[in-house]
Nanobody
Framework: QLQLVGSGGGLVQPGGSLRLSCAAS????????IGWFRQAPGKGREAVIC????????TYSHSVKGRSTITRDSVNNTVYLQMNSMKPEDTAIYYC???????????????WGQGIQVTVSS
């Protein structure tokens, strides 16, 4: 059974940075595109960013463009989401998920990691 484990959340001050991790232990993430979604309080789940199997990235959330980077570490079988210049509106539960090709449709993602709470507050 495919399983993703997310980590790295917590409390960060406005303007600060945070790196979220999405790891797998029983299969290679290199075979999949990996996307990050987030769900803010009282809102629906939003596609944030995705990295393809070839390493190309696509940013779907306009609010994070220029502030977020997604990368792969094949050695550690982990995908990272680096977020900089964080804002209170980045507060959300973040999820990583598997798909075959990057897209912003939640239904196209087949396996989800557990949610990671990120809070941006002073």
């Amino acid at each position: 059974q495919l399983q993703l484990v997310g980590s790295g959340g917590g409390l960060v001050q406005p303007g600060g940075s945070l790196r979220l991790s999405c790891a797998a232990s029983r299969f290679s993430l290199d075979h999949y595109a990996i996307g990050w979604f987030r769900q803010a309080p009282g809102k629906g789940r939003e596609a944030v960013i995705c990295i393809s199997r070839l390493g190309d990235s696509a940013t779907y959330s306009h609010s994070v463009k220029g502030r977020s980077t997604i990368t792969r570490d094949s050695v550690n079988n982990t995908v990272y989401l680096q977020m900089n210049s964080m804002k209170p509106e980045d507060t959300a539960i973040y999820y990583c998920a598997l798909t075959t090709r990057c897209n912003d449709a939640e239904g196209a993602y087949t396996t989800w990691g557990q949610g990671i709470q990120v809070t941006v507050s002073s």
